[in-house]
């Protein structure tokens, strides 16, 4: 049955394209508000999609009191396959992250343009490339044999790339309707290219920002310099305390509760082959890191503090004579199973505030906690669906990976609704998201309208009772 | 003579102060090509004010090749005190700081606002006052007493807040027409208030600016954080490297040349009263810098790096999970006595390439060389004269000064005409030059306006001869 479906999408592959086109060209920076006509404008289309594509119930979902930078998700349903089939959870996100620094694009983040098999556009990869592919992979189900292998309710957030500020309440909020066995994410996962491969986790995060202060006010460093604190110099010596040359993290307490490194998972993290001279050569950078791990499992398997933004002092043309008074940084830490991210984060700022001498005041500004580091268990009904369909179409047993990323639904599901999930985007590692001319491959497009119909069929053979058990 | 003249600008204070706030608004920023309007204004206004002056041969001053940010100078002479009188070059600058940050001003930077005695401007203070005060003081005399006791050549910089880029070349140009037996600045002094001050010099600078790069291109914080170096941890650890825990510079070979502090130059700069704490309150900062020097000792008699500016990574309003893979820092050097520039400047460059980290790129955009710091000789006829108008007016020997900041202008004249200069402005130390919510205390405004007619007449009491003796 998953192959009429496969057919049907591959029929309608350019009008699915020119859709994922046109909801790509809204801007919906949800970091930013200036962009706020783009976030509406990305819903009303998935609004609008949904309802053609006959899904039920379809809807914003909003809290009684959303938080700043809070946005609503998308939501719709297909519960037809009755009671004895798993109710799936499918996620998606439709908000990107801002496109600066913009003059490094080299055409417009928000005009898509296709090049060499690919699809240049901000968002194309992140992720509304792979959530376009499990949207219409439902309405093709719905369309060609009049229902799904299992019940969906599709979730579409809007404010992944804030950190989902606002979605604890939103499910609070939500709860019988959210209810669900299990989660499929059209977030991260690399299940497209030749190499099989099954996403089993992602590191955490937690952010923290401050500002430091020196003095009441700017001077002229002619008349203080030698005298007077310059909270650049400052700024920097507290930022050199976070790391060693190697770019270890040295902040006492920060990896509490993290077990040590053990062989299973050395071995897990080798299960891909890796060519780390080719990494660093597609970013044409120098090896770097904890010299005790590979790169992989550095950039999966161990913890960083990382500081996004560092700004003061005069940034303009030209030059000025300036003692700043203040600097500024923003932080994220990214964190492995068994680290707690408020405990973390208070490591952080602990150790800013220890290391800050007398004669420089610091001013956080932070949402305590953050989102844990997610693991999905090794006899999950999800893990074998997901398998089976991997070794069946592209041979042999997929490589387990994990996602050095976050994706913050995923913990929070777990933890307010009891629901394990899976990754099982489409997106590759190399394709600059996040960062200037983030492109998505039409291949790995493709391919997508070929994988969910199988998973969905795989999901659909398997009992619901299976998706109860602990674990 | 003088006190004719005196009377005469004391009958005109309110024309004259209408003028100066006229030309406080108009914003003369000579770094930021944005306002060129200003400085077209303010060029503008000062050609027409010399004229009406009935100062001779006034004109704008150009060089055949401008570098890039030059900008015209506005010159005037009065020559007809005769071959045996000396000529004094009477120095100012009608370009201004930029006035960023804006939030932070209570009044409109380019509105000026009178509050409790003090004009409230970006240029009030630095320097458009005391430089109005000269050209005033010139012209009075012209219209009381047909002629200055001195011949005077004014010379209005207009871009001393950039380093002055052109003003060699200018120089070179205009060789015969700027020939002088001294110069007298309006600029730097702090010839007011109740303590007599003689400013006897000042330091030096010399520039750099540079970026860091870690990789080609910026990426997702969670796919290579852990394995990739972060710009802005790199650009952190290398400033870091510049002083140590006392702020003291720590660059091998920043200081050759200069000689080491003597117990004269520790008795010169004791001879003005400084309260350290209350200097230290007027910034609500705590004391800082090398132990083994006084607060006045560290600000005018010992060199410093300062970072005016640092960016890098993500700087706007919400977060971003970048790792970024550029950094950016602008870096000012004050000098002493004996540094060279260029020397001083190759020191720091050294220093960060030889603490860049392999796979640490460093770009630099600087222009070699800069301004030597001066001393005016202790036998200098501009001292003499000086120290006996501060004697008679104020009672008691004068305090030796220096300026911590740079006046370019000293240096240059010195080096290409062999002219010696003594700076005589109006300005405070605590008048916010270069900061938000700059001012001008009137009571300085009104003493400038008794005090450089006496100078004048001073002056126009020495022969020409004694201008002429080696030292």
């Not at 996040?434 to 493709?446: C, G, I, K, M």
Request: hydrophobic share 40%; aromatic share 6%.
């Amino acid at each position: 049955m998953s192959e009429q479906v496969a057919r049907h999408l591959a029929s309608q592959r350019e009008a699915i394209l020119d859709r994922l086109l046109a909801l790509i060209r809204l801007p919906s920076v949800s970091t930013d508000p200036a962009f706020e006509h783009g976030m509406r404008g990305a819903r009303e289309f998935l609004l609008e999609r949904l309802r053609a594509l006959s899904l039920q119930d379809v809807r914003l979902l909003d809290a009684p009191e959303m938080p700043r930078g809070g946005q609503p998700a998308v939501y719709g349903a297909w519960l037809g396959a009755g009671p004895d089939k798993p109710t799936i959870m499918i996620y998606g996100h439709y908000d990107v992250q801002p496109a600066d620094p913009m003059e490094l694009w080299h055409s417009p983040p928000f005009e898509p343009t296709i090049r060499d098999g690919r699809i240049y556009a901000r968002g194309a990869s992140d992720v509304k490339g792979s959530t376009t592919i499990a949207i219409e992979t439902v309405g093709a189900f719905l369309a060609v044999e009049g229902g799904c292998p299992v019940n969906v309710k599709l979730f579409l957030e809007g404010e992944e790339e804030v950190g989902s500020p606002s979605l604890p309440a939103l499910i609070e909020a939500n709860r019988e309707l959210l209810a669900a066995d299990a989660m499929l994410s059209a977030d991260g996962g690399g299940a497209s290219g030749p190499q099989a491969m099954l996403n089993i986790g992602c590191r955490g995060i937690t952010s923290l920002r401050f500002s430091l202060r020196t003095a009441k006010k700017d001077a002229h460093s002619g008349k203080v310099g030698g005298a007077l604190r310059n909270a650049l110099h400052e700024m920097a010596r507290l930022i050199a305390t976070l790391h060693d040359e190697h770019g270890r993290v040295v902040v006492e307490g920060f990896e509490a509760g993290a077990p040590p490194m053990t062989n299973a998972l050395r071995a897990e993290a080798a299960t891909l082959p890796f060519d780390e001279a080719a990494w660093y050569a597609l970013y044409d950078a120098t090896p770097f890191g904890d010299p005790a791990y590979t790169v992989r499992e550095r950039t999966t398997l161990r913890p960083t503090v990382e500081v996004n933004g560092m700004w003061g002092g005069y940034t303009g043309e030209g030059g000025k004579t300036v003692t700043p008074a203040e600097a500024h940084a923003k932080l994220t830490m990214r964190l492995i199973p068994g680290q707690d991210p408020e405990g973390a984060q208070a490591a952080v700022k602990a150790h800013l505030e220890r290391h800050a001498p007398a004669g420089v005041a610091l001013e956080f500004d932070y949402t305590p906690g953050g989102t844990r580091a997610y693991t999905l268990g090794s006899d999950h009904p999800l893990r074998a669906a997901a398998t089976a369909v991997l070794r069946r179409e592209k041979g042999g047993e997929p490589a387990l990976t994990r996602l050095g990323g976050t994706v913050p639904i995923t913990t929070i599901f777990q933890e307010m609704l009891g629901m394990d999930s899976l990754m099982f985007g489409l997106s590759s590692a190399d394709e600059d998201a996040h960062a200037p001319n983030e492109f998505f491959r039409l291949s790995s497009f493709d391919e997508g309208l070929r994988l969910w119909p199988l998973l969905l069929t795989e999901l659909g053979r398997m009992d619901r009772a299976a998706f109860r058990r602990e674990g």
